[in-house]
T-cell receptor, first 111, second 112 residues
Framework: DAGVTQSPTHLIKTRGQQVTLRCSPI?????VSWYQQVLGQGPQFIFQ???????GRGNFPDRFSARQFPNYSSELNVNALLLGDSALYLC??????????FGSGTQLSVL | TQLLEQSPQFLSIQEGENLTVYCNSS?????LQWYRQEPGEGPVLLVT?????EVKKLKRLTFQFGDARKDSSLHITAAQPGDTGLYLC????????????FGQGTELSVKP
């Protein structure tokens, strides 16, 4: 079975642009969470979606938004990119709340 | 302010040595998880501890959850180069499954 897949793997943008990151959960998993990992830090929670509903939101500005589709895949959108948005963006899926399976992430560089 | 403090942040040891990584907080968690992350990959779950005072073993790795559910430790016996990686602790509050609070991580390097 395929694990959590994220696309693209790498992305370079300039300040002020907008970006969309995509995540496909493990088959059968209905929950998707997004995390931001800045170099040298642990991941920081951005959003969680369950059955297409937002279940939780971390301390991130409104420039960050997300949605979950009927097939449980998810997109993370970031508007008006700042240099500080450069990070590894991780998607995790779960069947229950007990165990998260992480994808390999999208490395976003903002120049 | 970091809710979960991990120490040390960096650790470089020789093969065969023992080591302990600590994860401390002033908050009480319903469970605490340990992950290992390699470059270019997402974190992979090693263990979840849910009961205060719980000890779990995974081959040469021993995990302990503090009695008050505020802290945890990871002990590696006879470290090997394959243990090299970033070790992350992550706490979870009650009724907030899927929302993990991660520590800063411990970068472990085991030299042959």
């Amino acid at each position: 079975d395929a694990g959590v897949t994220q696309s693209p793997t790498h992305l370079i943008k300039t300040r002020g642009q907008q970006v969309t990151l995509r995540c496909s959960p493990i088959s059968g998993h209905k929950s998707v969470s997004w995390y931001q990992q800045v170099l040298g830090q642990g991941p920081q929670f951005i959003f969680q979606y369950y059955e297409k509903e937002e279940r939780g939101r971390g301390n991130f500005p409104d420039r960050f938004s997300a949605r979950q589709f009927p097939n449980y895949s998810s997109e993370l959108n970031v508007n008006a990119l700042l240099l500080g948005d450069s990070a590894l963006y991780l998607c995790a899926s779960s069947f229950s709340d007990e165990k998260l399976f992480f994808g390999s992430g999208t490395q976003l560089s903002v120049l | 302010t970091q809710l979960l403090e991990q120490s040390p942040q960096f650790l470089s040891i020789q093969e065969g040595e023992n080591l302990t990584v600590y994860c401390n907080s002033s908050s009480v968690f319903s469970s605490l998880q340990w992950y290992r992350q390699e470059p270019g990959e997402g974190p992979v779950l090693l263990v979840t501890v849910v009961t205060g005072g719980e000890v779990k073993k995974l081959k040469r790795l021993t995990f302990q959850f503090g009695d008050a559910r505020k802290d945890s430790s990871l002990h590696i016996t006879a470290a090997q180069p394959g243990d090299t990686g970033l070790y992350l602790c992550a706490g979870e509050f009650w009724n907030q499954g899927g929302k993990l609070i991660f520590g800063q991580g411990t970068e472990l390097s085991v030299k042959p």
